[in-house]
């Protein structure tokens, strides 16, 4: 019914000879859908992480599911995709997924090929170590001349290495379970990314067995925005005030300590100040 309403909607806009642009964006809306495919990670333990039967867990995941819900969409009828921070844009701009809940940090140079709701929670960057090298990497400037994970389209080695100058030593990887696993193989330094995404990581490893300390060193505020097309203004406030509900009646709250307060991370409980949607 929601979709018929919406084509009804736009095909008067069209009758009355305002632009077909506006019609269109109005068509496609988020707001108009009976099922949503939402975009997430599948390698970051706490936010996003694919199970073995197929399936995703985690922050992200469950934020994404709740935004679904208030938008009028049955759990049911919610698909998760796997995205990463290399093809993020491309598959909201290629509609391979309606929205992305993945660690998605708002960024001017992102703001110019997809938009943002949100933000839904605002992260901060800082150091992930083994245990044992914890007296020596207390800080950003530790970090120079030493062995850094990069993730290929994630910020955070430039945020070190460009923004703060810091001559890190980038080591590539997939994602950040790759990272993970070099760091406690011993083929890295140190992991330096939001630190919702380093406690995922740090509580993970202890399960294993490997202890890992964040340096408790934040240097960036990292706001986790939602993913959505360009143009799509009216689904964008959408999920703005399916946010701003989840805050106000404790979903928000629940969640964060559902997944962070047994690492030990302290976290905002308050709703962001929202980016806007234009």
Known sequence: MRRMAALLAAAAVFGTGTACGIADAGENSVTGKDALVIGVNADQPGLGERRGDGSYQGFDVDIATEIAVRLGVARADVTFKKVTSATREKMIQDG???LVVASYSVTPERKVKVAFAGPYYVAHQDILVRQSDAGKIRGIDDLKGRRLCEVPGSVSFPR???????AA?????DGYAGCLTDLTDGA??????DDLILAGLAAKASGSGRRLTIVNAPFTDEPYGVGIRKGDVEGCEAVNKAITEMYQDGAAQRLLGKWFRPAGLKVATTVPQF????
């Not at 070190?160 to 810091?166: I, M, P, S």
């Not at 890295?188 to 990314?193: C, F, G, N, Y």
């Open 96 to 98: 391979d997924v309606d």
């Open 169 to 173: 030593l980038p080591v590539e990887a």
């Open 188 to 193: 890295l330094d140190a992991v330096s990314t």
């Open 275 to 278: 980016e806007g949607c234009v």
């Open 160 to 166: 070190v290495h460009d923004e703060q100058g810091v």
